[in-house]
């Protein structure tokens, strides 16, 4: 079992920033690939990054690219999600995800953490 808890989520205006941290445990961090989603009202939840547990190699949605990075704090079983240049249509609840079996093309994200709120002001 792994839990999964964020933190960071808050009120910004638009073109500010956010540091998210998802702290990890019950599982070895070396060996989870990790990610963040979001849900804003009415949508389905959408991925936004991935970090791969191998080689730390990342991914992200289209719409994220050049504004937010994810990277893990291997000392403290974190991974962080640095949001800058923040629009009003990146509201919504952000949830940290952890996948232990899934591949780089299948992924299984096997555990959620409860989700916080980034809200943008415009």
């Known amino acids: 079992q792994v839990q999964l808890v964020e933190s960071g989520g808050g009120l910004v205006q638009a073109g500010g920033s956010l540091r998210l941290s998802c702290a990890a445990s019950?599982?070895?961090?070396?060996?989870?690939?990790m990610g963040w989603f979001r849900q804003a009202p009415g949508n389905v939840r959408e991925f936004v990054t991935a970090?791969?547990?191998?080689?730390?190699?990342?991914m992200y949605k289209d719409s994220v690219k050049g504004r937010f990075t994810i990277s893990k704090g291997n000392a403290k079983n974190t991974v962080y999600l640095q949001m800058n240049s923040l629009k009003p249509e990146d509201t919504a609840v952000y949830y940290c995800?952890?996948?232990?079996?899934?591949?780089?093309?299948?992924?299984?994200?096997?555990?959620w953490g409860q989700g916080t709120q980034v809200t943008v002001s415009s």
């Open positions: 970090i791969r547990r191998s080689d730390n190699y990342t």
């Open positions: 995800a952890a996948d232990s079996r899934g591949t780089w093309t299948n992924f299984s994200w096997d555990y």
């Open positions: 019950g599982r070895t961090f070396s060996r989870l690939t």
